[in-house]
């Protein structure tokens, strides 16, 4: 039987090679099942549609995210595809794997508190895990920008990493922090829900999202209501409230919008990127409030139909998608 998809990949772009298109084809028309060799179900977004993927490559905790080959290309590693792996395992890791045979090339492994002397021991003939950082976390957003860097959201780091390959390794360029901010008393959770007795409040980055030109990072904070915008530059950054437990962030309407999946507030919010001004939010579920005792629908991936203003929204806790307008901020149907 085939192995449910275990997390959404919060980005895959448009333009794969020749081969790849095949192989996306092949899988498109099969039937929905993993051969007994290979370990399980994931899926890319291709033009707004989410396709099965079979992977032959076991990762350690829960693949989390994974980067298409061409945003990632350099004269070291030709056209690798990143996966993100976290979960019950003392380290979380990002691996890079060679597109036509899932051979591994180059990982380094994350660890919350200080990394070990020495890197642990590898799993198999092809596991270069070689590479470690201290003090850092990988959580679920992972982004390419033009340059070929690696965004990744550092969830109870509260930060984002930025990596470059060098010499056939995952090298860390800089990290970028993020701070916790306050909501109103009267915005669910109506009060911070991480762990602070004794420790700082957490942003929480979760989900990430690359600037059309290039120049911000736009980064949603799960425990803080709220979305960064990040000058890579300058490593400015500028806050907004959009709503409880922001989930993932995709652009939209040709870049003119920003929308942010609210978990916990049964919405989107919809962003002016230029400006971060809220425009407004499209409720997809029940009200929320103190006084409501509906189910939320827990809001989630997102999957931007290209040169539209259309959004597709997982609705994870009904297993239904709702499908948004981001210029007229309504809701357009349900699957």
């Known amino acids: 039987a085939p192995v449910p998809a275990v997390a959404p990949l919060h980005e895959y772009s448009a333009n794969p090679n020749a081969h790849y298109v095949r192989y996306l084809a092949r899988l498109v028309a099969g039937p929905m099942t993993c051969p007994k060799r290979l ?12 396709v099965p993927v079979c992977w032959g490559r076991r990762l350690e905790g829960f693949t989390r995210a994974a980067l298409p080959p061409e945003r990632i290309y350099n004269r070291l590693v030709a056209r690798p595809v990143a996966a993100m792996a976290n979960g019950a395992t003392r380290a979380q890791t990002i691996t890079l ?15 919350k508190k200080g990394a070990p002397k020495e890197a642990p021991l590898p799993t198999d003939a092809t596991n270069l895990r070689d590479n470690v950082i201290g003090h850092q976390s990988f959580f679920q957003g992972m982004a390419v920008g033009p340059d ?5 959201a550092g969830g109870g780091g509260s ?8 010499d056939g390794n995952l090298k860390l360029l800089r990290r970028y922090p993020l701070a916790w901010q306050p909501f109103p008393k009267a915005q669910y959770p109506y ?3 991480g762990h602070h007795i004794g420790k700082p409040r957490l942003f929480y980055p979760d989900s990430i999202a690359v600037g059309h030109r290039g120049r911000h990072l736009y980064v949603t904070g799960m425990l803080s209501n709220s979305l960064a915008r990040i000058n890579l530059q300058t490593g400015k950054t500028d806050y907004l409230n959009v709503g409880p437990y922001p989930f993932a962030v995709t652009f939209a309407d040709g870049g003119k919008k ?8 049964n919405a989107v919010a919809v962003v002016d990127p230029e400006t971060m001004r809220l425009l407004g939010t499209v409720r997809v579920g029940p009200p929320t409030g103190p ?6 629908v827990h809001p989630t991936a997102l999957a931007a139909v290209p040169h539209s203003p259309y959004v597709f929204v997982a609705l994870a806790n009904i297993d239904r998608v709702a499908e948004i307008d981001s210029a007229d901020l309504r809701v357009k149907g349900f699957i």
């Open 258 to 265: 920003l929308v942010v999946s609210l978990w916990g507030g």
């Open 97 to 111: 794997y060679k597109q036509k045979t899932l051979e591994q090339v180059a990982e380094i492994a994350a660890y």
């Open 291 to 296: 006084n409501n005792t509906q189910a939320g």
């Open 148 to 152: 070929h860097t690696i965004y990744v």
């Open 39 to 50: 370990h399980g179900w994931d899926s890319v977004r291709r033009h707004g549609r989410r």
């Open 159 to 166: 930060d984002v990493a930025a990596f470059t390959v060098q």
């Open 191 to 193: 009060t911070y829900q």
